[in-house]
């Protein structure tokens, strides 16, 4: 019912900026709210931000809060979240999820490389 699609990873020095845009198709009237996570190698997927359906709300991992901020464009279809002063475990592959009447609907996910 919901495609989703990221875009926007790639390589950064630590202290570099990227920001990520995930693009909704489909039923995209129906999703509420919308969230990033991360999956490091050999580690679980973990949430990094989430944004509720208005924009009005906005949720942080503690480790990345002040640092990364997640917004939406519903006029878009769009989520973004603009990631600043990168560290080196901030390294993962990043995917977009957006959640309706309690099914999760994924991205193929994007890489992300914070290395000197």
């Known amino acids: 019912q919901v495609q989703l699609v990221e875009s926007g990873g790639g390589l950064e020095q630590p202290g570099g900026s990227l920001r990520l845009s995930c693009a909704a198709s489909?039923?995209?009237?129906?999703?509420?709210?919308m969230s990033w996570y991360r999956q490091a190698p050999e580690k679980e997927r973990e949430l990094v931000a989430r944004?509720?359906?208005?924009?009005?709300?906005?949720n942080y991992q503690a480790s990345v809060k002040g640092r990364f901020t997640i917004s939406r464009d519903n006029t878009k279809y769009t989520v973004d979240l603009q990631m600043n002063s990168l560290k080196p475990e901030d390294s993962a592959v990043y995917y977009c999820?957006?959640?309706?009447?309690?099914?999760?609907?994924w991205g193929q996910g994007t890489q992300v490389t914070v290395s000197s």
């Open positions: 489909g039923s995209t009237f129906r999703i509420a709210r």
């Open positions: 944004i509720s359906s208005t924009g009005a709300i906005k």
């Open positions: 999820n957006a959640e309706l009447n309690g099914l999760d609907y």
